[in-house]
């Protein structure tokens, strides 16, 4: 019992920042996404894409959030873009207060989407707000068409599914309509995108659903 006590007060005082974080955030009229998923779903190519596929339609900028090393940064950086890097030091998940002070150094940069790629881990980012309109969770094909049952509190709490790596689908024996059956069995209202960052395809649709969101948070 002292265990979930402790973790609730935690949960609690991060919720009061994240509140204060989804207030500035709409106060500057962003749209904020948080990418979680498994590693190596492929989240910082996502970023990269997203990027890239947006360009001439919404600016984007992004918090990137890693245990260590400031490598996703640097990939984000090239495209020149707002960036700034969370190094976590072991920490398994972002947090708002680590939001609240990466987003001071993006404050006076101009753009209408904010991405927060969170760290690689499917179970606590779900527990924790961090002031986000949407969690955005990331899945790719390697992962198996049973992941959503394995980690259903994600999938619940997230408003977007990315379906990612769809070029392999004839290399594996992911069956992508039993994934899309299990993840709806978990959270209805999800909206699926299917996608390659490799070859592009699915990119232009997800770009189009961000851009109708923008500037309405
Ligand atoms: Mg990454
Ligand atoms: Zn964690």
């Avoid at 990466?102 to 779900?126: H, M, Q, R, T, W």
């Avoid at 790719?140 to 070029?167: C, H, Q």
Wanted: charged residues 25%; aromatic residues 6%; glycine residues 6%.
């Amino acid at each position: 019992m002292p265990v979930i006590t402790i973790e609730r007060k935690v949960l609690e005082k991060n919720d009061v920042i994240a509140n204060q974080n989804r207030e500035k955030f709409k106060s500057k009229n962003l749209f904020v996404m948080n990418f979680v998923s498994s590693p190596g779903s492929g989240k910082t190519s996502l970023v990269e894409k997203t990027i890239e596929f947006s360009r001439g339609k919404f600016k984007i900028g992004v918090i990137e959030g890693d245990v260590q090393t400031n490598l996703d940064a640097e990939r984000v950086n090239k495209f020149n873009v707002p960036v700034v890097q969370i190094v976590t030091n072991g920490g398994c998940h972002l947090e708002a207060n680590l939001v609240r002070d990466a987003y001071k150094n993006l404050e006076n940069e101009d753009f209408d989407v904010l991405i927060i790629e969170n760290v690689g881990n499917l179970v606590c980012p779900s527990s924790y707000d961090l002031g986000e309109d949407i969690k955005v969770v990331i899945l790719s094909t390697t992962e198996g068409d049973d992941k959503p049952l394995k980690y259903p509190a994600m999938f619940r709490n997230a408003s977007v599914l990315i379906i990612n790596k769809i070029d392999l689908l004839p290399y594996l024996d992911c069956n992508i309509e039993e994934m899309k059956k299990n993840a709806l069995s978990i959270n209805q209202q999800l909206k699926i995108f299917e996608v390659s960052c490799k070859t592009g395809e699915g990119l232009s649709e997800w770009i189009e659903w961000i851009q109708k969101n923008v500037g309405k948070s």
